[in-house]
């Protein structure tokens, strides 16, 4: 009876359609390679996920193959530089930003602000109380959760059940709707109890400990999930495709990591005249706003016209007004036989020539 009146309180706490509030939870996406995370913010390693260090520590995200039964990946944070002596505002993390507009069914600062609980798998070289936080986008509202590691190197779930806020503004557009971070360390003036929403930018809790203090330590994440409800329910498997879907609304790059060394072909062109060829690349999904363009490479493209392979030697875009947040138009330079040919962009198998497309929060 005990386990099916559990079914039930699970069944009822979880919305209709995609319950996970969090995108690629089980670290299944990576687009980047591993990010090292040193005075701000970087972002790599796992898609949506974010580091952020203060000036006197260093820690790497990287996505790891340890991970509990039922995922294939873990998000892994190793300290590469400690920092023992933390100063009162400063603050490493781990955080994903929520858009806005998945978030307004919340209901977050009105009398209607729907429970929240977050769930998570964790792994971590060092035991103690650790961390969390929910906040808005101008982080002046803030919720701190905590959690125990209670065995060195071994995954344990963790569950915490949070109030949703009445008060404060909470942006429903496509900028940040709320951030949820687990805190690696932080100063005493970012600190405050657990369970309870409090005025202020706070991303741990008081007497956590702080990962970021010794030297070489790992904390590991998996099966991420913040759904509406009181109970945390089963995590919410997608698909790769769909999660991949996800994520590149915020980031694409051509080719992905795994394919990097690999001929591919991206897009229809036609040459413009004897120097120049252009071409419009469609990104696979709508992007949250027109993105950011980097090439890497630029001289590691090629263009197929008739059969025959041109290089490419500087490819760019074509400019800022030829971008919007569904395509792009780029420009490359070549010697070409006849005006208005169609043509082929693809790059030429090495790992240098790659676009990415960013629209993160």
């Known amino acids: 009876m005990a386990s099916k009146a559990r079914q039930l309180a699970q069944s009822a706490s979880a919305p209709e359609g995609r319950k996970n509030l969090l995108i690629n939870g089980a670290a299944e996406v990576n687009q980047r390679a591993t990010a090292t995370v040193n005075n701000g913010e970087a972002t790599g390693a796992v898609d949506r996920f974010t580091g952020f260090a203060a000036a006197g520590g260093t820690f790497t995200l990287a996505q790891s193959t ?5 995922f294939n990946n873990s998000i892994l944070a190793t300290v590469t530089g400690a920092d023992s002596s933390i100063a009162s505002g400063d603050f490493y993390g781990i955080t994903q930003r929520v858009e806005g507009l998945n978030i307004y069914h919340l209901g977050f600062g009105s009398s209607a602000a729907k429970t929240l609980t977050i769930s998570f798998y964790v792994k971590s070289s060092v035991t103690g109380t650790f961390g969390g936080a929910i906040r808005n986008n101008a982080a002046d ?6 959690y125990t590691v209670n065995s060195a ?5 963790k569950t915490y059940t949070i109030a949703g806020d009445t008060s404060g503004t909470w942006l429903t557009t496509n900028g ?17 109890s657990a369970g309870s929403w409090g ?13 970021i203090s010794t030297g070489s330590a790992t904390l590991q994440l998996a099966g991420v999930q913040l759904e509406v409800g009181s109970v945390a329910t089963e995590f919410e498997h997608r698909s790769f495709g769909e999660e991949l879907a996800l994520c590149q609304r915020y980031f694409v790059r051509y080719p992905n990591l795994s394919d990097a060394a690999t001929t591919m072909y991206y897009t229809l062109g ?10 419009t690349l469609t990104l696979p999904v709508p992007m949250r706003t027109q993105p950011d363009l980097s090439i890497s490479g630029t001289d590691d493209f090629q263009s197929v016209d008739s ?10 875009l074509l400019g800022d007004a030829f971008i919007d947040n569904k395509a792009v138009a780029l420009q490359g330079a070549g010697t070409f036989p006849n005006e208005d040919q169609p043509t082929i962009l693809r790059g030429d198998g090495t790992s240098g020539g790659n676009f990415a497309f960013d ?3």
């Open 66 to 70: 340890d991970s509990p039964a039922g």
């Open 270 to 279: 036609s040459i413009h005249s004897s120097s120049v060829a252009y071409f």
């Open 199 to 211: 005025a202020g930018s706070f991303a741990g809790v008081t007497g956590q400990t702080n990962l």
């Open 359 to 361: 629209a993160e929060l």
């Open 153 to 157: 190197d071994t995954w344990e779930l």
């Open 307 to 316: 059969g025959t392979i041109r290089n490419l030697t500087n490819l760019t």
């Open 141 to 146: 509202r803030s919720f701190n959760f905590s």
């Open 176 to 192: 940040i709707g709320l951030r949820v971070s687990w805190s690696l360390g932080d100063g005493s003036s970012r600190l405050q």
